[in-house]
Nanobody, 114 residues
Framework: QVQLVESGGGLVQPGGSLRLSCAAS????????MSWYRQAPGKQRELVAS???????NYADSVKGRFTISRDNAKNTAYLQMNSLKPEDTAVYYC????????WGRGTQVTVSS
């Protein structure tokens, strides 16, 4: 059974940092494109960042220069390093893995507040 488990969320002050992890129980993890999405209350889920199986990355304009997505194929894990956090980054962050099918985690809450 495929599982994606996010961790690393929490409460942080504006300007702070968090590192999210997504541990995947996936066969052929390295073939999957990995992505982070987020959903704030009352808003649609939006793509934050993605990394292809070849390592090419893509970011939403709102997080460029502040967030970094990476992957460790040996550990079947994807990461999202979030720096210079703003209150508008507050959301539930979801991990997704996509190859033939797309799989989702259950999300981790990130709250940016003083």
């Amino acid at each position: 059974q495929v599982q994606l488990v996010e961790s690393g969320g929490g409460l942080v002050q504006p300007g702070g940092s968090l590192r999210l992890s997504c541990a995947a129980s996936l066969t052929f993890f390295s073939l999957h494109a990995m992505s982070w999405y987020r959903q704030a209350p009352g808003k649609q889920r939006e793509l934050v960042a993605s990394v292809t199986n070849g390592g090419r990355t893509n970011y939403a304009d709102s997080v460029k220069g502040r967030f970094t997505i990476s992957r460790d194929n040996a550990k079947n894990t994807a990461y999202l390093q979030m720096n210079s956090l703003k209150p508008e980054d507050t959301a539930v962050y979801y991990c997704s893995a996509k190859y033939v099918r797309e799989y989702w985690g259950r999300g981790t809450q990130v709250t940016v507040s003083s």
